[in-house]
């Protein structure tokens, strides 16, 4: 084996049926592309987190955020999700709860720990 080889099969790239013909994953392309979509979908959650536990935040905020988190998250829904078209409304509507109050009460404070908070959780350099 010359020093250009790889050494066994765990130090060679993972090939991945695609159709007919199978492609070589670049798992550090795919590992940066999973990051910077966690990082997305992760930063409105940990703004609500951050506006949750800010002092400054009115407590029927805090209620509503809370309220509509519990919610989406809960299995249970007052309209079932199969049912098509109306299924998604009653979350539509929780969702554009936590957007009104996000916009209202999200300070610049708030975005800033939300953003170390993100920053920490899901390291830009990676």
């Known amino acids: ?3 250009g080889q790889a050494a066994g099969p765990a130090a ?3 090939r991945a049926a695609v159709g007919v013909e199978a492609t070589v994953v670049d798992e550090t392309l795919l590992i940066r592309l999973l990051r ?7 930063r409105p959650a940990i703004e609500c987190f951050e ?3 800010d002092g400054g935040t009115p407590h029927q905020a805090r209620l509503t ?3 509509a988190l519990t919610y989406l998250l809960l299995p249970l829904d007052l309209i079932p999700d199969f049912i098509p078209a109306a299924g998604f409304s009653d979350d539509l509507v929780a969702i554009t ?3 009104g ?3 209202r009460h999200l300070t610049p404070e708030i975005r800033e720990r ?3 908070r993100l920053d920490l959780w899901f390291p830009v350099n990676r």
Do not use: D, N, T
Request: hydrophobic content about 55%; glycine content about 8%.
């Open 1 to 3: 084996m010359s020093a």
């Open 12 to 14: 060679q790239p993972q």
């Open 36 to 42: 910077r979509a966690g990082r997305s979908i992760a």
């Open 51 to 53: 506006l949750l536990i």
């Open 65 to 67: 955020v809370l309220a």
């Open 97 to 99: 709860a936590l957007l």
């Open 101 to 103: 109050l996000c916009g």
């Open 114 to 116: 939300a953003q170390r």
